[in-house]
């Protein structure tokens, strides 16, 4: 995939997709969000919390998830554009005929949008040959953010066409992590008369070779709390799946630093099999695990301009000088001498797994006996 990631980058591929990206982000806000000032209200007041705290808060305050997508969203995009050319020049995310793409901790999808726009590259380079399948799904339990893609994709779909980004428009298919089941058991229920009956469907099974934990994971405790979904999601992975843990560089935090340790503990060499396959998860070595965003280069002006924008807009409605310390964060930025680098750091376990020999006859008595084992693929 290294020549694919070059014709990106020869033909400025992804500098094209983010341009359309923030002009379109541009014109629903000032067109569709930033309508009155109630908006402009909900939005300042929670920039700062959505800065200094953006792991804590539940974003469902009004307001929230506005301030989140405009501080965070194009600059978290351009980071998903980095990780994922990247994975894919160093071989770590090979090629396949389709991604089943899991986004934990999804938010405004800044992960599933470069994704989106990756494949979509892909499939105008290899234009000859037969398309590459994106299927993203999400794990996110903020109503305001799942409005917020519902109503967003809508409109880029109007915008652009509907084949123009492949992102979630009706809800991802999990909300609360701490509750995700990978063999969603359901039921179907018949009404005869007085009779009353509930069948148990076979359970619907989730099943992805793309996992992205994306600036979910932000402390040890939030690690600890989630340790087993996350082990159940590396065990219900496809065969050659990545699993990628996205968050600040753990060389200038301890408290990534510990996420990161926590879970290596995890998910590094860890037998995930049953009695049907045989498999285990390892921690890929790469030559480089941090990246940055850049406030100089074309990409970093680009999103000044936007800042930019949206501050403008947002003054016709109100005399923003109401939120001091929120409008100097903004000029700041917008300022041309503004250089600051954000960086973060990509983490990626592989699973392999493999059918074991002569199951097919149906369980063993050992199995039957050990129900930890009683899991079907
Ligand atoms: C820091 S944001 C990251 C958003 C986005 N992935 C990004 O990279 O910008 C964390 C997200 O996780 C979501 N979240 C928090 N707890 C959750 C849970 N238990 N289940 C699902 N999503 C959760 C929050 O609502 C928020 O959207």
Known sequence: MKEF???IEDNNKDYEKYMQLTDSLDDFLRNYVIIDEDVVHGIFSNL?????????????????????VILHFIERYRRFQKIIMFLLREGVLRLKDVYRFLDIGTGPAP??????????????YNSTKESVEFLPDYVELSHSFRHWLHHFVEFLWVKHGPDSYNVPFHHGTFLDYEKIEFNEVSFSFHINGQEFTQYRKSPLKHRYNTIFFSNFLTTGDTVDRFESQIIETAKWALNDSIIAVIGAPGSKSNKYKEVYDRVDELLNNRRLGNYKFI???????????????DYSDKFGVRLKEFYKSILIHCGTFTDLDKYPKEKNLFNSVIDESYAKVNTWQVNVYK???????????????????DSSQHQST
């Open 48 to 68: 700062i919390n959505v800065l200094a705290n953006c792991d804590e808060i539940s974003y469902e305050e009004q307001g929230m998830e506005y301030a989140y």
């Open 111 to 124: 992960a599933i949008f470069a994704f989106s726009d990756i494949v979509s590259c892909f499939n105008e």
């Open 5 to 7: 990631v070059k014709w």
């Open 351 to 369: 699973k392999h797994s493999r059918l074991r020999r002569g199951i097919h006859g149906g369980r063993t008595q050992r199995h039957i006996t």
């Open 279 to 293: 498999a285990h998860s390892y921690k890929v070595t790469m030559p480089q695990e941090e990246f940055y965003f």
